[in-house]
């Protein structure tokens, strides 16, 4: 029997819950809280969607370590040093908490929001009259395809230490994210962007403890695009001559090349925030 | 609750339960506070020079008084200084020249970090080793001034 | 922009070759590397060397107390009075410094 603690909050009071349960061959947390939920005790609350790693809803705290519910298996915890029999589950750190393990995670999608991740052109008709496909090669698109995986469970916001200190800084997520639009050749939107990122609550807030790549479940590694946005912010700040070197152009050839006939001009402005 | 959970001080220099790097940031911080405190000091001290032969005599008088704690603490603050710097060279290449970083490749299954790949970590561990290797030998160097250790 | 970089950077040449000053390796032993003479002769010697050695380190380490104490603290809109007792003790500190060694 594997003893299972839940840190419970109910709004106004926390406390610390124990459940005995029985995990069975290749179990994982989520399995025993699902199993907690049935037949214990029916007012646990928690999140969780895909069971499979993919949809990043589960995300808590297990004996410390922030991890996805669903893909931390008993067998593997146990296997741990140190490891008592009791496993310890807590909601995300650095969130405000809604109830039991379920935290409110508005603040961590406005962050997302505010570094605008859309593909940014300086000409908003270009899409109608593009003669060919905006290309990315294969090496290009090595260079932001990792960050791209972002499931957006939130583990690496909990796991960083400058989150848990600065409610302002924009977070290893959001800057993540940045860095895949700016890598990426067919953007054009660094500017837009620079005002959110250079700044003393942006990307110089983060001393690279490394810990958000540690726990991100899908090896996104947003450490690792921090570092390549300072050094990306640096060289267009002071490497003149090579601002314009890491964006693609789209190769314009000199006549139409496919025999659809050409759309009619457009008449109305499209703006950037249209979705919302 | 509008207050996020377990945010603050403690938290963030906790370095238990994650990677190596993290360990390397909290020490970072906190030989970065001694060194600080310490310069505060030893300027003042150095100061003390421009009081001529006695007056700067009569500090260190002041100063030996604290017998072998001065010498623990400058012991201290010289693997501070060297762990510091080491560790602050490693930021400086991963930072501003994105070295030590791993090459872009796709994630793939069991999705470690590149960041906190091989390289990385043979780069932590041998700043470690010299900067002991190091510290060691500073240590000795200032035993000997105790006459303890002959140099 | 962090010029902590640049400032660590230079730093570390600098401070490696004041640690080499009062080192076995050209000094002599403890007692004599603190001794009034010898003081008095690097920092006379080597005017600019200290001079930029003073500069570099009360800048770049009192921008780090800063950056800590911002952490720490977390004033919000009371930053300003952070910033402002950092600022009136490296000034203070760079007086001090600056006197030594000219003074000389």
Known sequence: ?276 | MNKRYKSGLFNSLNPTRYNLERWSYTLHRITGVILALFLIAHIFEIYHVTLGIAGWNQTMEELSNLGVIELIGMWIIAGSALYHGANGLRLILNEVFGLLLGKPRLPEYPYSPLSLGRNQKIAIYTITLIVVALWIWAGLYLLAGLGIVRW | MLLMYALGLIMIFVLTFHLLLVSPLTGRTFAEALSYNYVLHNLTYFQVIFGILLYAATIHGLNGLRIVLIEWLHPGKYQWIINAIIIVLMAMLLALGTYTLIAL
């Open chain 1, 1 to 276: 029997m594997t003893r299972v603690r839940i840190l419970r909050n109910d709004g106004s009071k926390q406390w610390w819950q124990e459940y005995d349960v029985e995990p069975r061959k290749g179990s994982t947390v989520l399995d025993l809280l699902l199993n907690i939920r049935e037949t214990h005790d029916h007012t646990l609350a928690f999140r969780h969607s895909c069971q499979m790693g993919s949809c990043g809803s589960c995300g808590m705290v297990i004996n410390g370590k922030p991890s996805l519910a669903c893909q931390t298996r008993i067998a593997d915890l146990k296997s741990e040093p140190l490891f008592n029999d009791t496993i310890r589950i807590e909601p995300l750190y650095s969130y405000p908490v809604i109830k039991d393990l379920v935290v409110d995670l508005d603040d961590f999608v406005n962050k997302h929001k505010s570094i605008k991740p859309y593909i940014i052109r300086k000409n908003p008709e270009e899409l109608e009259e593009a003669p060919m496909e905006f290309r990315v090669t294969p090496a290009e698109n090595l260079n932001f395809i990792q960050f791209d995986y972002c499931i957006m469970c939130g583990l690496c916001v909990a796991a960083c230490p400058t989150v848990s200190l600065d409610p302002q800084f924009t977070g290893p997520q959001a800057l993540a994210q940045a860095y895949r639009y700016i890598a990426d050749p067919r953007d054009e939107g660094f500017n837009e962007r620079q005002s959110i990122l250079d700044t003393s609550h942006g990307v110089w807030r983060c001393h690279f403890a490394g810990s958000c790549s540690y726990v991100c479940p899908k090896g996104v590694d947003p450490a690792k695009a921090i570092q390549l946005l300072k050094r990306e912010i640096l060289k267009r700040k002071f490497v003149r001559g090579k601002a314009g070197a890491s964006v693609a152009v789209v190769v314009q050839p000199e006549k139409s090349i496919s025999n659809a006939p050409k759309a009619p001009p457009l008449d109305f402005k499209m703006e950037a925030d249209q979705h919302e």
